[in-house]
């Protein structure tokens, strides 16, 4: 039977254009098989009562058969169709009593309706039913066996009709439907990227800009050219920053892992914190790249803001096909004042379950935690071959990184 679940929302903007073409051609070709039977029954020049008799038969026949193919239409008598397939039943055969052969054409409605509401075990049965009792009918009425034979065809592939047009209308809608549901999974597919790249964007730059904010209020008492540098960096990372959201708003960005190496490294030296860095993957795709830089982005946010470092080592290396990235530090179980200690991350939120689903995207894994020696370790591997896969319909560049030694 039909489910009107699957029928779509009301849609005032008027966009359901197709949906709402086939129910009303699917009505209009009932229309028509009531109109010919209406058309038989006039031939007879019948009388008033007559013919005002059947004509509300006619309608009551077409408002049924509409229920039975779209249960939306009225969901309170979808719900008792077996009251509705019995009372249909009755408006096939009882008429015939006085129109005889005039009604031989309303069969095919309750055979559409046998295979629109019951099950194929009992449907197809009963659709057969419905044409053997019409012949017999039309046999115990004496017409010949050969126009018997033209009417058995004519139920058959009516009611065939009726169910086919029925069950394809419901198809229209579903795959309507199932458009207006790939299209919303679009629009919330894209809003949680651009939601992930503000994020990892804007999160190293913000933590950098407070960091230095409160360097510079300590530095204003006596060291006046210090903090001057010090809000100039500031100013130059606030317009980086806004040069990241317009980036956003433009589209996927592009980003240079040893840019963001030396970045990270001045940034470093500047609050005191060792750093090492090596640098030996020569040339990447474009956005293993930048993933790589976003997962260094990220991972310094998160250690600037949960613990206080003092070392600090960052690798990039590549070893055949694949791509080994590495961002450790010692701040574990040196926490900042008021922030949670950094804990592995377990791919729920942003950050780096963010940074966890870019890599996997590429045929890759990332991976965050305490190491045993103290210290805590971000580790992403990316399979160049994989990547490729990935990326092969994007077109995705590369570029020539020079190996960096230690710093």
Not at 237 to 251: C, H, I, K, N, Y
């Amino acid at each position: 039977m039909n489910d009107e679940a699957s029928w779509p929302k009301p849609d005032p903007g008027g966009n359901q254009l197709a949906p709402k073409a086939a129910v009303t051609i699917t009505a209009l070709v009932f229309l028509g098989y009531t109109g010919v039977a209406t058309s038989y029954v006039l031939a007879l020049h019948p009388s008033g009562l007559l013919l005002s008799g059947t004509l509300a038969l006619l309608a009551l026949l077409l408002g049924i058969q509409l229920v039975h193919s779209f249960p939306r239409l009225v969901p309170s008598l979808a719900r008792r169709w077996p009251v509705t397939l019995a009372v249909q039943a009755v408006i096939t055969y009882v008429p015939f009593c006085w129109l005889g052969p005039l009604w031989i054409g309303i069969p095919s409605f309750l055979a559409g309706s046998m295979l629109l509401l019951l099950r194929p075990v009992v449907a197809w049965p009963g659709f057969v039913g419905v044409v053997v009792g019409s012949n017999v009918l039309m046999l115990l009425m004496g017409d010949p066996v050969g126009e018997t034979f033209y009417i058995s065809v004519a139920t058959v592939t009516n009611g065939l009709v009726i169910f086919g047009l029925s069950r394809l209308t419901d198809l229209v809608i579903e795959v309507h439907r199932s458009r207006a549901e790939l299209a919303n999974l679009a629009v919330a597919q894209e809003r949680l990227r651009f939601a992930r790249d503000l994020h990892d964007l804007l999160g190293y730059s913000l933590s950098a800009i407070t960091l230095k904010c409160e360097l510079a209020y300590r530095l204003v008492p006596g060291q006046h050219e210090l903090a001057q540098q010090e809000l100039t960096e500031i100013l130059q990372t606030a317009r980086q920053a806004l040069s990241d959201v317009r980036a956003v708003a433009r589209g996927y960005r592009e980003m240079s892992l040893s840019a963001e190496v030396e970045s990270a490294k001045a940034m470093l030296a500047t609050l005191g914190v060792r750093c090492t860095a090596r640098l030996d993957f020569g040339l990447l795709p474009q956005q293993v790249e930048t993933v790589l830089a976003t997962v260094l982005r990220e991972g310094l946010t998160n250690m600037l803001r949960h613990s206080k470092v003092e070392q600090c080592e960052i690798s990039a290396v590549r070893e055949g096909r694949i791509v080994r990235f590495r961002l450790a530090n010692d701040g574990v179980g040196r926490t900042v004042p008021g922030q949670p200690p950094l804990v592995r991350d377990t791919g729920g939120g942003s950050g780096i379950g963010n940074l966890t689903t870019r890599a996997r995207e590429l045929g890759g894994t990332l991976t965050a935690g305490p190491h045993g020696t103290g210290w805590f370790v971000v580790e992403a591997a990316i399979d160049l071959d994989a990547a490729t896969l990935a990326l092969s319909g994007s077109g995705g560049t590369g570029r020539r990184n020079a190996p960096a030694q230690a710093a």
